[in-house]
């Protein structure tokens, strides 16, 4: 592939296109141009950014099959790239003891690769990985950060929307996450605990296995 990038700046703020052709070595060239831009006075940045890209399909889509439980898969060695196409604002406001982020993202999917059920018995369930219908991606992501003396509070969270334009969800992907974490740190001490959560998320195309959201919890002391 050839990849170029030229950034610039106007007045407080900064300018960024890129742009890479990329052989694929499968008979298709695909084209990803990108643009943002970003400034900020003080402790606060706003930026944003749109962009286009690709994914080839894995080894592994194209030709290994696989069973896991009552459940086959079927490789395809037709499958076309998936495509993409996003765009993303955000602020950024970074202090002496405490930062936040903001991000607010659409990124519309064609050809997405996904396994698609076939047929489903008492004793068999096959799928096939397929490009399937167009997927559109919505929301948004926040992180803070706080620290007093020697321990820090680190938060985030993710929002989610992923639908298939047949108006299904894309497996796998819960609505929410979120991460919290405190840490005491001193030059020969370390303490922290850690909690994730995910919401619900469905296991299949035709959202019809339920995969229920779940927490995790860790403590790390050093």
């Known amino acids: 592939g050839v990849f170029g990038q030229l950034n610039g700046k106007l007045g407080p703020v900064r300018l960024f296109g890129g742009a890479r052709e990329h052989v694929t070595g499968t008979g298709r060239n695909f084209?990803?141009?990108?643009?943002?831009?970003?400034?900020?006075?003080?402790?606060?940045?706003?930026?944003?950014?749109?962009?286009?890209?690709?994914r080839n399909p894995t080894l592994n889509e194209l030709y290994r099959e696989f069973r896991a439980g009552n459940t086959s898969t079927l490789a395809n060695d037709q499958l076309k790239p998936e495509t993409l196409f996003g765009a993303e604002a955000g602020a950024d406001w970074y202090g002496e003891k405490r930062r936040f982020s903001f991000t607010a993202f659409r990124n519309e999917l064609n050809d997405v690769i996904t396994n698609v059920t076939l047929t489903t018995t008492p004793t068999l369930i096959t799928r096939q990985r397929r490009n399937a219908a167009a997927a559109l991606t919505r929301g948004l992501e926040a992180s803070a950060r706080q620290t007093w003396s020697d321990f820090t509070l680190d938060l985030s969270y993710l929002f989610a929307e992923s639908r298939f334009s047949t108006r299904e969800r894309i497996p796998q992907?819960?609505?929410?996450?979120?991460n919290a974490q405190l840490t005491y740190?001193?030059?020969?001490?370390?303490?922290?605990?850690?909690?994730?959560s995910f919401s619900l998320q469905f296991e299949d195309d035709r959202n019809s296995l339920l995969l229920p959201g779940f927490a995790s919890a860790q403590a790390q002391v050093r």
């Open 173 to 178: 992907i819960p609505k929410h996450q979120g």
């Open 185 to 196: 740190a001193r030059p020969d001490t370390l303490v922290s605990f850690a909690v994730r």
């Open 31 to 54: 084209f990803s141009p990108s643009a943002g831009l970003s400034g900020g006075r003080g402790p606060l940045r706003l930026r944003g950014s749109v962009y286009r890209s690709f």
